[in-house]
């Protein structure tokens, strides 16, 4: 089952700044390792475990066999010679490689307050990489502009980390050729990574998902071989309108342009109705495609979001055993 992590009412925080581009990544990132990931390490303590899982066993012990136990751990060897069913009790690796398949299309520029959703997947991106590489783990990415631009490989340490965060920042300008291609594919990307992750791992697809059609079907392929979440980065602005009297709109996608009476209560109506359906097909396509999924609204906390993520990953983890009991049961 889906599970879903949104803010309710959060404060904006300083330390979600835009990250600057070209050499000041460094800076960027020295300012997300003392206003946000200090924060963190106060916070999380032991909750490290619960963020992330990794894809190793070790065999730590032997005991016998209880009801919620799988019986694929069962071991055949010691059970025939202790005539007592026994299982094999593993402790899970931490190392593991986490992969970010990125978003940067034209329509992650927009934010209608102080920072845009890009500026927010910046933030996340920095602080989760750098949290799980100083572990040893290693992160990867796939940067996804108007094209599949970049590829990073997973590696460990700092200055990957900084890497990453070039990446994300050195996006061409847009350009003709940009707006004529349309909306974002973002079935392209997930095929892309599907064929870029050989082996098990942590996915992270972070993006607006506001895209062409058909990206739910590679989306639940790639679950299917990986662990996969879905960060669903939006604007308040995106979901309800304010009377703003007469603006003028722009797609950030196709880049028509349009003017609208935000002034009519209709239109703000019928705007809130049409968000509200939209909101509930990605929802439903997220959960049939078997992927958790993450929100980061652009007025949302950085801190706050990834600590309500770790809390609720911990929750998961928690109820593994007990829907496993209930597997054995029946």
Not at 109 to 119: I, V
């Amino acid at each position: 089952m889906t599970s879903w992590w949104r803010r309710k009412s959060l404060p904006a925080a300083a330390a979600n700044d835009a990250l600057p581009e070209g050499g000041a990544a460094e800076r960027a990132l020295r300012r997300l390792e003392w206003t946000v990931i200090r924060r963190l390490d106060g916070l999380l303590q032991g909750n490290y475990r619960t963020l992330m899982r990794g894809a190793g066993l070790d065999l730590a012990d032997l005991r016998e066999y209880q009801l919620h136990d799988d019986v694929r751990h069962i071991d055949w060897n010691v059970t025939a010679r202790l005539q007592q069913p026994h299982v094999r009790v593993f402790t899970e690796d931490r190392e593991m490689a986490a992969w970010f398949v990125l978003d940067l299309s034209r329509s992650v520029d927009f934010g209608s307050g102080t920072r845009a959703k890009r500026e927010i997947s910046q933030g996340f991106v920095g602080v989760l990489a750098r949290l799980l590489t100083r572990h040893g783990n290693r992160v990867g990415a796939l940067v996804y502009g108007t094209d599949l631009e970049h590829v990073l490989p997973p590696r460990s340490g700092r200055q990957h980390v900084l890497r990453l965060l070039h990446a994300m920042a050195r996006r061409a300008p847009e350009s003709k050729a940009d707006k004529a291609q349309g909306m974002t594919r973002l079935s392209d990307l997930l095929r892309s990574a599907a064929v870029m992750m050989p082996r098990r791992a942590t996915v992270f697809v972070v993006s607006d998902f506001l895209s062409e059609p058909g990206w739910e079907k590679p989306l639940g392929q790639l679950a299917q071989r990986h662990e996969v979440i879905a960060v669903r980065l939006f604007d308040p602005l995106e979901l309800e309108l304010p009377d703003l009297g007469l603006v003028p709109l722009r797609d950030a996608e196709t880049g028509e342009q349009l003017w609208v009476d935000t002034h009519d209560r209709g239109f703000r109506k019928r705007f809130a109705r049409i968000a509200a359906e939209r909101e509930q097909t990605l929802r439903d396509a997220l959960t049939r495609a078997g992927v958790d999924a993450l929100e980061l609204s652009t007025d949302d906390d950085l801190v706050e979001a990834i600590v309500r993520f770790a809390d609720m990953r911990k929750r998961r983890v928690r109820a593994l055993p007990a829907a496993g009991a209930r597997g054995a049961a029946a």
